[in-house]
């Protein structure tokens, strides 16, 4: 596989760029090269060509380990263009673990009991034992550490007599939901602090700190901007993906600060900001990626004052650590790894297929076949060692680009329903994602009232995020009045509520049950073998589609992965898949 960008030939281009990319048999890709151009000024003499390569093996077991990473990079005129790109690594790993990394290259790991990294270091770590290894850290006061060790200091070599600078060591500290919160090296001594939800809320230095109020709006405060009060982000998005950041000052905002620092994202396919352009719509940040994530080109105009991290796959990556934050883990883009275990292991497991529920997991195991998918079994290794097809969103799973790429908004127009039934059968991964992302929404007409003669005049759409991907009209009020009269039912009000499909009742097939005697069904007593609709829907407070509508309604939750319930004995009320509902009162 390869792709090609050249601008070269048009009138305002300035570069061009290429990769090609080899796999193995599982897969996994062994092989990439790239070439890039530089040539604002149209001369003979470019300003530079880069040309790179990185070589990858695995081990012939069918693990998914890396054993070994080759890369190399030729810069004309010599230069530094990104992330140096010339070293090469041999993967070893620990005889008691499948998967546990021992040393890549001079970096060597030790971990805990769950398998997160607590340290790496380069050269081997000292023998004689833990205490040799580890050292405690006392905390003083509040931000005061003291420890009766020294790293990144210089250290007397007693063979020679000389000094020499000691080597690049960082230890991690990890909670009890094995989530990092501080890594220490002798350049950063940064802490991490998440919410309830799970995902980082504060991340802080000696010099610098961020605060995460929710993925629109950030505050980051260092030493350049302290005296502005720290630079406020809010991020736009269309969907989940991010197009636009704005900044402004955190102490004196304005409204022509956030006009004129506006950055607007241009991703590839896998979501990495590949270009980045002002409020002019002029470049301001241009970056090509190693397929894990390394910077292979970054030019831009940002001298450090404007805070915009987010870069591969969409991800921030954390100047004090080199790491890309994913949400449940981080990332390692040189040694292409994670630096925890993967949280979804559990996961990927069948359950004892001991009730309905369990089937339905062992149906649809995430990870692309749980366990059942080799590559699951690596607990570091990221995006099933394929990483230019598919896109891990939050450190849990992989999924192919495509079916996230196809579903971001501004490509919703081109989605059909087939299309997303083909790709929810083809990735169980994916299946779990729009059944996570999909709700029933009914929006009530004013003219909703059967009592005064109008009969379906409110809507009921199936969603998936903001797109429509079915719609019908549907009676929602409550119209029979000898009914509600007789306590048997009332207009439901509006409200969130969770629809779960059913197999039958005694009256409707595949009716959907909103709360105890409110289904959603058709206007037929399609449960009795009757299908004559009623000239009325005669409605205690049930939601109630015309009989060729609810149909298709039931094929379009089948065809996004939404089962009905069974029972072997033919018993009725046997709950299926659910889903939300919200019900809007009244236009």
């Known amino acids: 596989m390869n792709y090609e960008n050249d601008c070269l030939d048009t009138v305002t281009g300035n570069y061009k760029t290429k990769q090609s990319y080899s796999y193995d048999n599982l897969y996994q890709l062994i092989k990439v090269s790239g070439e890039t151009t530089y040539n604002p000024y149209k001369s003979s003499a470019p300003e530079f060509k880069s040309n790179y390569s990185q ?29 140096n790109l010339n070293y090469g690594f041999n993967y070893v790993y620990d005889e008691k673990f499948a998967h546990r990394l021992i040393s890549a290259g001079d970096r060597h790991y030790q971990y805990d009991a769950n398998g997160n990294i607590i340290c790496e270091q380069d050269g081997a770590f000292e023998s004689g034992g ?3 290894s580890y050292h405690k850290i006392t905390q003083e006061t509040e931000d005061v550490y003291s420890t009766d060790y020294g790293w990144g200091l210089f250290k007397e070599d007693g063979a020679s007599g000389l000094h020499k600078k000691a080597r690049y060591r960082r230890t991690y500290t990890w909670n009890e939901r094995n989530q990092l919160v501080s890594s220490v090296d ?100 241009r970056i090509e990626y190693t397929p894990y994530g390394e910077t292979w080109v970054e030019k831009t105009q940002n001298t450090g004052l404007e805070y915009l991290p987010y870069k591969f796959t969409a991800k921030e990556l954390d100047e004090e650590t080199g790491l890309y934050y994913y949400g449940a883990r981080y990332l390692d883009p040189k040694y292409s790894m994670w630096i925890s275990t993967d949280p979804a292991l559990g996961d990927y497991i069948p359950k004892a297929p001991i009730n309905e529920e ?27 060692n394929n990483p230019v097809r598919y896109i891990d969103p939050d450190g849990n799973e992989s999924i192919p680009f495509e079916c996230k790429l196809k579903m971001r908004n501004y490509l919703q127009s081109s989605i059909t329903l087939s299309k997303m039934a083909y790709w929810i059968n083809s990735n169980p991964s994916f299946a779990n994602h729009i059944k996570e992302n999909t709700t029933l929404v009914i929006n009530r007409g004013k003219n909703d009232n059967g009592r005064n003669g109008e009969y379906y005049q409110s809507k009921l759409n199936v969603n998936y995020e903001t797109k429509t991907l079915y719609s019908c009209n549907i009676q929602s009020t409550a119209d029979n009045v000898e009914f509600v009269k007789a306590g048997k039912g009332k207009t439901l009000p509006a409200g969130d509520y969770t629809a779960t499909r059913l197999n039958r ?14 289904l959603i069904h058709p206007n037929a007593f399609t ?35 939404f089962r009905g319930g069974y029972d072997s004995t033919g018993k009725t009320w046997a709950k299926g898949d659910s889903l939300p509902l919200k019900i809007n009162d009244f236009e």
């Open 527 to 561: 449960g009795l073998n009757s299908n004559n609709e009623w000239d009325s829907p005669c409605s205690g407070g049930c939601q109630i589609p015309k009989l060729t509508d609810f149909n298709e309604l039931i094929d379009t939750l089948s065809m996004l992965g």
């Open 186 to 285: 002798s350049n950063y001594n940064t802490g991490y602090v998440y919410g309830q939800d799970g995902q980082r809320s504060n991340k802080y230095t000696q010099s610098s700190e961020t605060l995460y109020f929710n993925k629109m709006w950030t505050h980051h405060t260092d030493s350049g901007n302290s005296v502005y009060g720290g630079q406020t982000a809010k991020n736009i998005y269309l969907g989940e993906t991010r197009i636009v950041t704005k900044l402004n000052s955190g102490s004196d905002p304005t409204y022509h600060e956030e006009l004129y620092k506006q950055y607007f994202y241009h991703s590839d396919h896998l979501g990495s900001a590949s270009l980045i352009s002002d409020y002019k719509g002029d470049e301001y940040q």
């Open 505 to 518: 009742t005694p009256s409707f097939l595949n009716a959907i049950s909103i709360v105890d005697g409110y």
């Open 358 to 384: 369990a089937k339905k997991h062992n149906q649809n195991l995430p990870g692309m076949g749980g366990v059942f998918n080799h590559i699951n079994g690596d607990l570091y290794a990221y995006a099933g």
């Open 130 to 132: 833990d205490d040799d």
């Open 55 to 83: 070589l990858f093996d695995f081990d012939s077991d069918g693990l998914g380990n890396m054993t070994s990473k080759v890369s190399t990079e030729a810069v004309t005129p010599q230069k530094a263009i990104g992330d």
